[in-house]
Each structure stands twice: as structure tokens, then as C-alpha cells.
């Protein structure tokens, strides 16, 4: 019963910024730390950055390290990705993903959502 929806993709210009969300549903959100991932065509899935249960431990690709900010609001079950000064690299589908047990189920399992698309271009 986990479910992942990402939204706010989008065209960004290098240079740009771009902030995009991860609507959680299905397990306790505040109890589970988050974590981004990206997948451009034909590669495999990159590991971007991850948030604790708190907020208030945050760790980061070297790749996007001091570009891009992982937030989440806990009130709301959503989980944030702000990115800056974006790359023609950081084009990629971006999905969030979760370590958790879920509502409903005895196993601990990891759980994906279907991504949104993040399309740098000039």
C-alpha cells in the first residue's frame, strides 16, 4: 500500500532551478528516513541524497553537493528536492524511495516511486 508520487518536473535552462515533490502514503512518513534517486536513459540508478526521519541529518552525492537541497515536511507526508545552478547531467527521471515496513505487511522492504522528469536543456 506504499505510495511514491513525484511531481514537478520539468525543461530548465543550465543554470537554472528546479524544485520537485515526493507524496508519501502508506507508512509512517516521520518515522522513516527518504532518500532521491535519478535514472537518465540507458544508466543505471544514481544514488542523489537522503534526509533522516528529523530533517535534520542530510547526506549528498558528490554530484549534486552544494547544488541541491533534500528537505521534507512532515506535517504533510512530503518529501522536497530543491535544485540549483542544474546541469545539462542532471537531466534524469527522479524518483524517491523509502526503507519501510508498511501499513498492513510484516516485511521491511525498499519501495520506489515511478519518477518525474527533469529535463535540463538550452
Known amino acids: 500500500q506504499v505510495q511514491l508520487v513525484e511531481s514537478g518536473g520539468g525543461l530548465v535552462q543550465p543554470g537554472g532551478s528546479l524544485r520537485i515533490s515526493c507524496a508519501a502514503s502508506?507508512?509512517?512518513?516521520?518515522?522513516?528516513?527518504m532518500t532521491w534517486y535519478r535514472q537518465a536513459p540507458g544508466k543505471e540508478r544514481e544514488y542523489v541524497a537522503t534526509?533522516?526521519?528529523?530533517?535534520?541529518?542530510?547526506h549528498y552525492a558528490d554530484s549534486v553537493k552544494g547544488r541541491f537541497t533534500i528537505s521534507r515536511d512532515n506535517a504533510n507526508d512530503t518529501l522536497y528536492l530543491q535544485m540549483s545552478s542544474l546541469k545539462l547531467e542532471d537531466t534524469a527521471v527522479y524518483c524517491c524511495?523509502?526503507?519501510?515496513?508498511?501499513?498492513?505487511?510484516?516485511?521491511?522492504?525498499?519501495?520506489w516511486g515511478q519518477g518525474t522528469q527533469v529535463t535540463v536543456s538550452s
Open positions: 524511495g523509502v526503507r519501510t515496513r508498511a501499513w498492513g505487511t510484516s516485511q521491511i522492504r525498499d519501495y
Open positions: 502508506g507508512f509512517t512518513f516521520g518515522l522513516n528516513a
Open positions: 534526509i533522516s526521519r528529523g530533517g535534520d541529518i542530510r
